[in-house]
């Protein structure tokens, strides 16, 4: 039986949640000398959804000392990316080397459950208390910054810790946000989304073979993702409106059966190979939060907000929220100031970047705007856009293209009305 006999009574920091967010968080905590506890309610490894990795990644797993493992695995690699229209008319694939020759435009196709217990793993390498099977039951937020996480591992009691800092990474259960009100659902990205996994699915040859494909339905109602995995298995998933895909089909099965037999392309690529999992499910994923930091407390990944998921952004996001926290929470340390002000410092450089995302993901589901033939008018835009796809957005100037995209997008939908 699982003991947590050994949980000690406070921590300097305790991180809720052991996805790349929580994990990421508490290594950079507890390097930094602070005594930080990290609870994951699932047995690592866990399976979770969302392998295709954005190259912009690579800045936080090399901070981690964890490139050489990703480096050493068997994660396919993935070095680009390529979208097919509802006509089955495919994009010159986006080759992220052609736009910045450095190693860090290749990235990685990962199995998330071996990917996450890498950085759980790590954090633990790094000092980091690391329980799995430990769920966080509640919190107790106290405006005089000393928290208490009540905790249980496996069929024990539950404990309670104490502790100054709580960084929430607990991803869609969003513990804090849920606790105090504050998330909000995107109504128009109420979507749903029916994965499963084949093997022997269709690849390309050479470096694209390892590309994430996206691909529209011929009604361009839904798009199915195409992500190569190693020992020859592909992710292939549907996603659309919750309504459309969830309520007129009597199972997830019948539906995605259904848009297979509206998107050839992916049809095609399946045709050979075997279906080796069940369907999996999630909807209405998209939200955000009002607030992301309070006195001894901040938000990241998932639990932070989570944008749709047809440009791969979830782990970047993931990834780079659990950097940007750490070192708000380092720095507080050092200068005594566990406010909310310095615990979520970095947060409106983060949103910002995000919207560049979340103006990319509206022109993707805006069905009469081909971002093709917009490129062919900019092409002076090409860099940017790429830059888009890789993840790099926190720079000045990484939303220009939207000074015409905008417009033009604006221009479609006024006819169109
Ligand atoms: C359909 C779909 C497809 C996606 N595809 C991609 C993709 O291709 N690429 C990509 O980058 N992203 C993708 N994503 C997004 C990606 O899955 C997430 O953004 C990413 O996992 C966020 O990481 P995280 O650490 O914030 O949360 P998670 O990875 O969800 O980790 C949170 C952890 O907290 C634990 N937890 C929850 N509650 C508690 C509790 N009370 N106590 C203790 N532990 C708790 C959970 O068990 C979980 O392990 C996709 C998402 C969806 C819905």
Known sequence: MIKNTNIKPSYDCIVLGGGPAGSTAAALVAEAGHSTLLVEREKVPRFHVGESLMPECYWTLD???????????DFVKKYSVQFVNGNGKESQPFFFEKHDPRECSQTWQVERADFDKLLFDNAAAKGADCRDQTRALDIEIEESGEH????QTGDDEPVTVSTKVVIDGTGQSSLIANKLGIRQEIPELRKAAIWTYFKGAAREPGQHGGATVILHTETKEAWFWYIPLSNDITS???VGDAEFILKSRPTPGDAYCEELGNCPAVANRIKNAEMVDQFRV???????????????????GDAFGFLDP????????????????????????EKGDLSAAQLGKWTDEFKEGVNWLRKLVETYYSNEFSIGR????????QGNLTDLLIGRVFYPGAGNIFNDLDPELAAVKSTKM
Do not use: C
């Not at 909807?283 to 990241?300: I, N």
């Not at 917009?374 to 835009?381: C, V």
């Open 63 to 73: 901070r981690l000392g964890v490139l050489d493992q990703m480096k050493s695995s």
């Open 148 to 151: 208490t996480v009540t905790l």
């Open 236 to 238: 292939v998933g549907l």
């Open 282 to 300: 999630a909807k209405e994923f998209s939200y955000v939060t009002s607030q992301h930091a309070g006195p001894g407390w901040v938000l990241v």
């Open 310 to 333: 047809v440009y791969s952004t979830g782990v970047f996001f993931a990834l780079k929220t659990g950097e940007m926290a750490a070192d708000a929470v380092i720095e507080g340390f």
């Open 374 to 381: 917009f490129m062919k008018n900019y092409p002076q835009h």
